[in-house]
């Protein structure tokens, strides 16, 4: 038999908002209940002094005739005992009071139904001391005092007051009269303004939290309205990196391409001129040693040869395929020493490794313009190149002892910075030329990302 299990969401999966209300909801519910019940019971105070004060002034009027004798005499005559007797059952007092007692100042009863509590004395406590000390009473009694015996056999609980009686035209407290009342009444009132006050504070409680309800509403309703915005405008933004990120890709493997087309360019145009110009000057200078008086043409024309020769053999790069990068910084300084005869001191600072062709390309021509210039205006210097791998990226230095020069006023572009700054940019790499710091002489740095490039 299968079992429908029904889950239900907990406090975590809830939003902000509703977590708000259910807690908002908890401490109204609370606090109304606290204040129902405080307002309660201020209630049923209020019921028991009003009902008493208006109940102890009808009784005084009754009583004070007949207890005006203990101002002078301890006890009671026995008319007054039986005037006493007979208030409950031939006037008023009898609906509003069931029983009552007269209290002396020193704690002795000078009244009560029960003849045998008559000139018993008891210690003031309670609401009879606060009686004795000018302040009227009231409570409800559960009858357990042992005073109360007459009326503890007739009823569980009544309405107990105590109210002082002072002499006429003094301050000095002749008596305490202490009367019964059938709680049922006032147990009727306080149950009717109870219900009312119960009503009142909980649709104040309502409205409170419907008030509440609403701002937080209000608020979260904005909140999910820039959510859902800030989510759309992420989305856009994710699809703008990635189309970004695609079209990046894109330039990169231009890139790569127009230097892998550039090179092959470059190949064939000194292929071109060593296979067509040069063949042809060639021939040239065989006819002109031929001439008589031909010396000093034939000696400018072997020397265009040599320049051609030269600038063919610069464009004709090796295949760097099967070569690694140390091996093409190796190459490339060692064709530099060939045709210029200036030393140049390598230094490789680790394996570099491999990278793709591009790159290597890249890295080439670099260092080929880096080292022709330094020649053209360095002569005689000494040359530095440093080969390195930081991480991903690739770095070449190409370092002169010429006097160097201020990039601030010199033309860099004269000295085929341009070109191999757009070769660096192009690979996604990056390019810097300055003096040097540790002396006089320039500075060439160059830096390429591996791990960003496209292979070929």
Known sequence: MSILRVSHPTVASMSLARRYLVASFVVVLGAGIAVALWVGVQIEKSVLERTASVTALYIDSFVEPQIASLASSPTLPAKSVDALDGLLASTELGSKVVSFRIWRPDGSIAYSPNRALIGQKFEPEGGLAQALAGE???????????????????????????????????????????????????????????????????LAALLSYLLLAGIVKQGSDTIDRQQSALRERVTELSQMLAQNDALHGRLRLAADRTTALNEAGLRRIGSD?????????????????????????????SSALGDLRLIASGLRSPSFEPLTVASVVERGVREHQRRTGQAVELRLNGDPGEAPTVMKIGLYRVLQEALSNAARHAPGGSIEVDLSRSGDDIRLEVLDRGPGFDPNTVRTEALGVAGMRERAELLGGSFEIGPRTDGPGTRVALSLPIATAVRP
């Not at 002082?164 to 003094?170: D, H, Q, S, T």
């Not at 067509?276 to 043409?297: F, M």
Request: hydrophobic share 45%; charged share 25%; net charge negative.
């Open 273 to 301: 001129l060593h296979d067509g110009p040069a063949q042809t000057l060639s021939l040239a200078l065989l006819r002109i040693d031929e001439l008589e008086g031909g010396e000093v043409v034939s000696d400018a024309v």
């Open 136 to 202: 009227v009473s009231v409570d409800i009694s559960d009858l357990s005092g042992p005073e109360n015996v007459y009326e503890r056999e007739r009823w569980s609980r009544l309405v107990e007051t105590y109210v002082p009686v002072r002499e006429r035209g003094g301050a000095k407290i002749l008596a305490v009269i202490e009367f019964y009342q059938l709680p049922n009444e006032i147990d009727a009132d306080v149950a009717s303004a109870r219900t009312t006050s119960w009503v009142v504070v909980a």
